[in-house]
């Protein structure tokens, strides 16, 4: 009987645990990326830069980010684009 039972957990345990996974979102990152501030046609892939002094910063109100390279994609940040590095990576 307790073989049974035992047999009945572990089915019971792992539908709970393939349940978890099937039904849980996937997350997705959404990109980060500036125009630059004296150059508009040029486009910085921000998403693996942590803002800083030596990188950049959002300021005050503005579009700073944008979810893809195009001034008609979704904002995700606002504020207004302050480039503090010359290395920052352009967008292809």
Same mark, same amino acid.
């Given at each position: 009987?307790?073989?049974?039972?035992?047999?009945?957990?572990?089915?019971?345990?792992g539908?709970?645990?393939?349940?978890?996974f099937?039904?849980?979102?996937?997350?997705q990152?959404?990109?980060?990326?500036?125009?630059?501030?004296v150059?508009?046609?040029?486009?910085?892939?921000?998403s693996?830069?942590? $803002?800083?002094?030596?990188?950049?910063?959002c !300021?005050?109100t503005?579009?700073? +980010?944008?979810? /893809?390279p195009?001034t008609?994609? $979704?904002?995700?940040?606002i504020g207004?684009? !302050?480039?503090?590095s010359?290395? +920052?990576?352009? /967008?292809d």
């Amino acid at each position: 009987m307790k073989r049974k039972q035992l047999n009945i957990s572990m089915l019971v345990l792992g539908l709970v645990a393939f349940a978890t996974f099937a039904f849980t979102p996937a997350t997705q990152s959404t990109g980060m990326y500036a125009q630059d501030p004296v150059n508009p046609s040029i486009w910085y892939d921000l998403s693996e830069v942590d $803002p800083g002094d030596d990188t950049y910063r959002c !300021v005050n109100t503005g579009n700073c +980010l944008r979810s /893809a390279p195009n001034t008609g994609a $979704p904002v995700v940040e606002i504020g207004t684009f !302050v480039k503090n590095s010359d290395d +920052l990576p352009i /967008a292809d």
